[in-house]
């Protein structure tokens, strides 16, 4: 059997262009990527009606004219490009696009903006530096970031960080040059493309966003919970950590709770689009002891004000610094409590442990796991597909458990579990 028809003109992800007979209708067809999108044409009904040879011959040649003609308008459009600065779109988009975010993204991308200036501004090179343009972009500097990243050699930012923190940052800049994309000065946008664009990284087979192969993503064991609760330094501190134990919400949506989303005669919760991470509004039955948590509180407000006030302004919900503070607060007094031979392993068993620790020990329960992927989803406000990747893990006891295996000599295959908070 002969090989089906495939012929590649242009460059790998600048102006590539396929010609190729379709399987399903042995048509020739052209096929090229314009401006971010994939785009294909059948050819002529003239063209398909001449035998294999010279059909496949004038789809050769058509594909060679396209690449030439799409590396054309590329030039053109460069020379038509309003002239800018990589420093200058980096403070162009922390000037208008960061504002719009919320408090701690505003955090993070004048953080990344600092972070990319510092770097590109140390190259050896000055045609690497931040007063070149955008466009010139490219897999070498993908490259040297991570490793920089990696070793702490960027000036101002030289602590180490891992794979994933390395990911979140190269992020930041992708987003910037992605915003540029629809930016017009004059008529013409900022960037004609993304130099640093996924297809095009995909295509010339640049080094892949860094994963961490193992991430930290630890639970929060009731033990621990309750030393916290016992050295918080303030009652929303507790309840917080209470609620999202027994709800499976993030700390942002519980903590921006008002008492008019919340129905204790009927026992439920409305979760506003506004205070969640996908922005889904959901009404959601609470658990008898998410009930009594709130029907006991002493602070309790009425309307809408919020279940937990800012202690600067009574109207608005405390902060979510304030809430980290209340945390790294509560594992100090906890570590500095213990016995001295303790100390190091209950500051090990606490790293990483925090507000989110106590959803995924909602999401690792048993009988939540049993439960209807739809209602997993409607009731913790997080697809199932993250729940699952993300969330979930299966320990060393589970494995026993469902393969019927022992745990050790005593043949103790039944061990002690954390009790399931319903």
Known sequence: MS???????????????TAF???SDDKLYLEWWEFGRRKSKKLAERVQRLDRRAGNEEAETRAEELAAELARLESVERQRAPSTTLEALIDRYGREKTPTKGKSKQGHDKRSSRLFLAFFDAQSEPAR?????????????WDRFIIARRAGTIPGFSKPVGDRQITYDLKYLIAVLNWALGVKVDGVALLESNPWGGSLRRAQRWTPLPQEQNPHRPSMPKDLEELLIEHGSSWQFGVALQLGRVTGRRNSSIRQLRWSDIDLTRA?????????????????PLAPRAVDILRNLEHRGIGDAPVFPSATDPTQPTPRDTFQVWLKRAKARAIKAAPESQRDSLRLRLRGVGFHAEKRSFVRDPEFRNKPPKVQEAFVGTNHETLRKVYDEVTPDDLRAAMGFTSGPQGDANREREPRVS
């Open 3 to 17: 090989r089906p028809f495939r012929y590649h003109a242009g460059r790998k992800g600048k102006n590539r262009v």
């Open 268 to 284: 439920e919760v409305v979760w506003r689009g506004e205070t969640d991470k996908v922005g889904r509004r959901q009404v959601v």
């Open 21 to 23: 007979r379709h399987k």
């Open 129 to 141: 530096r931040s007063s070149r343009e955008p466009q010139s972009l490219d897999a070498v500097d």
